[in-house]
């Protein structure tokens, strides 16, 4: 149930209309409990004014809107003016440059205001939400989303239509907020009484036939209770429906691929460990052998040394007889064979 209190009519006609429609779609809302609504209010006398601030009982959020629409360039997310199609888009004073300026400056104001009325274990005020609803078509420039993603809590959207207002603002749910239907609807009946404000439309008329929301079939109604909600995602900043599809077929492209070199890579990883175990296995049958293998003998050791003499005497030895000196056979003892080679390097 939304409990709607417009503090005072919206001066712009078109304002008014896109406050209507935000009324219109969280009224068409089912399932999701008690909601709260303060249109145009500020939290002092003689202060700045918020657009809406939507109560629910697990978000607290403050809604900027913004009538128009075109493309909108955001050069940086914190400060400096933003352009939208082609007209400075800034807060309601000269002091607030962009609409995220302004969040930040009512969140506070917003905070202190609430603080007295909630105990901090009903609600943390650090995790106020924001959500810019444009009344118009916008287009969003490819740096929107990059300097969106700079607030990891998703703290602060944009909307391009108020129909999006129920999706986002359940996904804007803390379990830092925790209000019950009971506080929310006494809440109201305060405001009613205390202020002698009653939900009172603003001061356009509703939107066209064609811009309202309808309610949802029992069926979808059905899905909403069995927790499967049947709005489709939103869009992408920046990137119309055609291009979304065609990133995100890209997107598993991508993903396949990087599962198939996964396992080839895990394969010849595989093939590696069996072919060094192998060799492994070899060069211990190997130590084996050796260790089983007799002992070198005196001769063999002689004839091994030989091998480090210079490779002129081994050249002599190999291919010349000193002159008068036998032909060593096989049956030469290892001696003579020493004293000749002792007599040719010397």
Request: net charge negative; aromatic share 6%.
């Amino acid at each position: 149930m939304l409990h709607n209190f417009l503090f005072t009519p919206f001066a712009d006609s078109a304002t008014a209309q896109l406050y209507d429609r935000v009324v219109v779609t969280l009224r068409a809302e089912t399932g999701s409990g008690v909601a709260l609504l303060l249109g145009n209010f500020a939290v002092e006398e003689g202060g700045e004014t918020l657009n809406a601030v939507v109560i629910r009982p697990h978000s607290i959020t403050i809604l900027v809107l913004v009538p128009r629409g075109g493309k909108l360039p955001m050069p940086a997310l914190s400060y400096g003016a933003w352009q939208l199609d082609g007209q400075p888009l800034h807060g309601p004073s000269t002091e607030v440059d962009n609409p995220y300026e302004q969040f930040q400056r009512q969140k506070a104001m917003l905070a202190a205001w609430l603080k007295p009325q909630f105990g901090p274990e009903q609600a943390n005020l650090q995790f106020i939400s924001g959500l810019v609803v444009f009344g118009a078509p916008v287009t969003f420039s490819p740096e929107v989303e990059e300097h969106l993603s700079q607030l990891p809590d998703g703290s602060f959207q944009l909307l391009v239509t108020a129909t999006q207002l129920p999706r986002r603002l359940t996904q804007l749910a803390r379990p830092e907020i925790d209000l019950t239907e009971a506080e929310l609807t006494e809440w109201a009946r305060n405001l009613a009484d205390d202020l002698d404000l009653t939900p009172v439309p603003a001061i356009s008329t509703a939107p066209p036939d064609d811009e309202l929301v309808p309610a949802r079939s029992f069926l979808s109604r059905a899905w909403s209770w069995l927790g499967a909600d049947d709005i489709p995602e939103d869009t992408p900043y920046g990137h119309p429906a055609a291009q979304a599809a065609a990133n995100s077929a890209e997107k598993q492209r991508l993903e396949r691929m990087q599962r198939d070199t996964q396992a080839q890579v895990q394969q010849q990883l595989r093939a590696l460990e069996a072919q060094e175990a192998e060799r492994e296995r070899r060069m211990e049958a190997l130590r084996a052998q050796l260790e089983q293998a007799p002992a070198v003998t005196t001769e063999a050791q002689a004839l091994r040394d030989v091998t480090g003499w210079p490779p002129k005497a081994r050249k002599k030895l190999c291919w010349r007889r000193p002159f008068g000196l036998p032909a060593p056979s096989q049956q030469t003892s290892t001696a003579t064979l020493m004293l000749i080679f002792s007599n040719l390097v010397s």
